[in-house]
Every structure is written in structure tokens, then in C-alpha cells.
């Protein structure tokens, strides 16, 4: 009887094992799938538009080459994981506004800001819909359509004296006051595109 008793415990223990296993493999499948649902989706509403972070080795010289100073209001169009609104808040004493479409950046943004405690506040919405009267200082890291597209846009709503600082991508028509050259190291998406990561600052 005993030995039965024994061997039903070890039976058991083998098949809890068993479905452990197979509940982590679920779950880890289930977060693939809607970590690879959330990029497509991501993708589609942003016209294309993947989200690559602004290396972080730049993100002060950013600030910087767009003489960012306290009080001073910063967007981030299509701000990712406000990597750069963070430092543009807690470095430079700027407010900091973000617009995010991609669902996973926006929340992991969120949770970063919150962690962080920075004056940053995001905001689920397409930039090209956005008004950008009150802002000080634009950034972007887009793609050379959405450049055109937001030229129009900047020229329309922006007050005198605002700056726009574009990471790597031109406007196409102005002519910039100033381009700082980013570090030599590139980020993945600069290999792919054969870019520089220049910064870009335009006065308006
Ligand atoms: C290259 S990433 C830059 C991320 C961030 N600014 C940084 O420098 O780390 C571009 C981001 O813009 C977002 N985006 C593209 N078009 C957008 C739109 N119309 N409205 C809001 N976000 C947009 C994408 O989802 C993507 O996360």
C-alpha cells in the first residue's frame, strides 16, 4: 500500500511538472504573439514608422544642440519610451509632452515616467493631430515622409522663436540653423538605412 501511495505521489508530482511547464510555454507564446500583434498594429497606424530609441549616448547632446533650458516645454513626436523627455525633465528642467501610437512603447513610456518621476506627460494620439502652439522646442525621429508632412504643419502652428531639433532626418525645404554630429556609433536602424545620426536644429 505504501509503496502504491509512493509511486501516486511521484505520478503526480511528474504530471504537476508537466502542466507548470507547458503553463510558462503559454504564456510565453501568448506575450510573443501580442508583443508581435502590438509592432504590426504599431506599424499600420503609424504609416510605417517602426519605433527605434534615440541612443541613449545622444540624448543630452540633443538637448543641448536645441539649448533646452528650464520651465522651456518639449514635444516628442512619436516619443517611444520618452527616453529623450526623461532627460529633457530631469537634466534640463524642461516639461516634457509626448505623442505615442505604438501600444507597447506608450505603456513601457508610462511606467518609465511614473518610476522616474519626471514632469512628462504622454499622450496616446497622431502628432499630426496635435496642436503645437504651446511648445517650445519640437523633437522627432521619424522617417523622411512624415518630415514633409510635418514641415507644412511646423510652419503653420508653430509660435516665433520655437525650435525644432530632428534626429538624423531633414526637413525638407528649410534649411537648418545649425547640425551637430552625433557619436560615430550608430544604432541598427542607421546601419539599415545608412544613415549618420546627425542632429538637426531648426529655427523658427
Ligand atoms: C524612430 S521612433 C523614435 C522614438 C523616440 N522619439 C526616441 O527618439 O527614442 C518613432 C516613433 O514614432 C511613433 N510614431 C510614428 N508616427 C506617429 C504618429 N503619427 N503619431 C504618434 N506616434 C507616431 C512610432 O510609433 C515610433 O515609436
Redesign the pocket.
Known amino acids: 500500500m505504501a509503496i502504491i501511495s509512493h509511486k501516486l505521489k511521484i505520478i503526480l508530482i511528474d504530471h504537476m511538472l508537466i502542466y507548470f511547464l507547458l503553463a510558462v510555454y503559454i504564456i510565453f507564446l501568448l506575450l510573443c504573439v501580442i508583443f508581435s500583434v502590438s509592432i504590426l498594429i504599431?506599424l499600420i497606424m503609424?504609416g510605417g514608422?517602426?519605433?527605434?530609441?534615440?541612443p541613449r549616448y545622444d540624448l543630452e547632446k540633443i538637448c543641448e544642440a536645441a539649448e533646452l533650458k528650464p520651465g522651456e516645454k518639449i514635444f516628442?513626436l512619436?516619443?517611444?519610451k520618452a527616453?529623450?523627455l526623461t532627460v529633457a525633465a530631469k537634466k534640463f528642467g524642461a516639461a516634457g509632452t509626448g505623442?505615442?501610437?505604438?501600444l507597447w512603447?506608450y505603456f513601457w513610456g508610462k511606467l518609465r515616467v511614473k518610476l522616474l518621476r519626471a514632469d512628462v506627460k504622454l499622450k496616446m494620439q497622431?502628432?499630426?493631430k496635435a496642436d503645437l502652439s504651446q511648445a517650445d522646442v519640437i523633437f522627432c525621429?521619424?522617417f523622411p515622409e512624415?518630415m514633409d508632412k510635418l514641415e507644412n504643419k511646423f510652419q503653420k502652428e508653430l509660435r516665433p522663436g520655437a525650435r525644432v531639433v530632428s534626429?538624423t532626418f531633414k526637413l525638407p525645404n528649410i534649411q537648418p540653423a545649425k547640425t551637430v554630429l552625433g557619436r560615430e556609433k550608430k544604432n541598427w536602424f542607421d546601419r539599415c538605412l545608412r544613415t549618420k545620426g546627425i542632429i538637426y536644429v531648426y529655427q523658427f
Open positions: 504599431g503609424t514608422v517602426p519605433f527605434v530609441s534615440t516628442d512619436g516619443c517611444g527616453n529623450l505623442y505615442e501610437l505604438s512603447p497622431d502628432f499630426l525621429y521619424l512624415v534626429y
